[in-house]
T-cell receptor
Framework: DSGVTQTPKHLITATGQRVTLRCSPR?????VYWYQQSLDQGLQFLIQ???????AKGNILERFSAQQFPDLHSELNLSSLELGDSALYFC?????????????FGPGTRLTVT | AQSVTQPDIHITVSEGASLELRCNYS??????LFWYVQSPGQGLQLLLK??????LVQGIKGFEAEFKRSQSSFNLRKPSVHWSDAAEYFC??????????FGKGTHLIIQP
């Protein structure tokens, strides 16, 4: 158990809908990362937040957005969903913003868009 | 931009045999390199990392990796695999503000 929790574990929704994925980092970790894992794209970095502020952006679509709240939990919002958004979404946390600190991954949320 | 290539999609090894998983990276400066393991239904766990210094790094679960700048490689090794090592292995490179860039992964199958 990494100490990172993600809810829900599974999510099934229809195209065009909007969903919110939630992540609670390890106690004391200030940095949260979001990743998408799909069969065709592999594992891709989406976005990083550090202490409530956006720190780095990867291959995140404009239809996707994220935020980190004062209690340090984070939410990833996916809107206007398409079939291709079906994937496993991971959240990871680390103590500080520097990538050299180990990232601890949560178990992921499996999103299925039908 | 940085990139990572893991040439082997699948590798099958007999239990007790040695293992080497290949990773080649592309990055202009000195890279920060990582190996992660993903067991079925689980998130990723860091096995080891290289930032600088000794090019042979030791990790958890008996794994080690060697950084070879001349070959742009960071291959993962284990002298004797166990059935519990069956998993997906990802090599990753970190550079700049682009975050971690992962390879496509190598699926390790252990034969009894």
């Amino acid at each position: 158990d990494s100490g990172v929790t993600q809810t829900p574990k599974h999510l099934i929704t229809a195209t065009g809908q909007r969903v919110t994925l939630r992540c609670s980092p390890r106690s004391g970790d200030l940095s949260v990362y979001w990743y998408q894992q799909s069969l065709d794209q592999g594992l891709q970095f989406l976005i990083q937040y550090y202490n409530g502020e956006e720190r780095a952006k990867g291959n995140i679509l404009e239809r996707f957005s994220a935020q980190q709240f004062p209690d340090l939990h984070s939410e990833l919002n996916l809107s206007s969903l398409e079939l291709g958004d079906s994937a496993l979404y991971f959240c990871a946390s680390s103590p500080l913003w520097d990538y050299r600190y180990e990232q601890y991954f949560g178990p992921g949320t499996r999103l299925t868009v039908t | 931009a940085q990139s990572v290539t893991q040439p082997d999609i699948h590798i099958t090894v007999s239990e007790g045999a040695s293992l080497e998983l290949r990773c080649n990276y592309s990055y202009g400066a000195t890279p920060y390199l990582f190996w992660y393991v993903q067991s079925p239904g689980q998130g990723l766990q860091l096995l080891l990392k290289y930032f600088s210094g000794d090019t042979l790094v030791q990790g958890i679960k008996g794994f080690e990796a060697e950084f070879k700048r001349s070959q742009s490689s960071f291959n993962l090794r284990k002298p004797s695999v166990h059935w519990s090592d069956a998993a997906e292995y990802f090599c990753a490179v970190m550079g700049g503000a682009d975050g971690l860039t992962f390879g496509k992964g190598t699926h390790l199958i252990i034969q009894p």
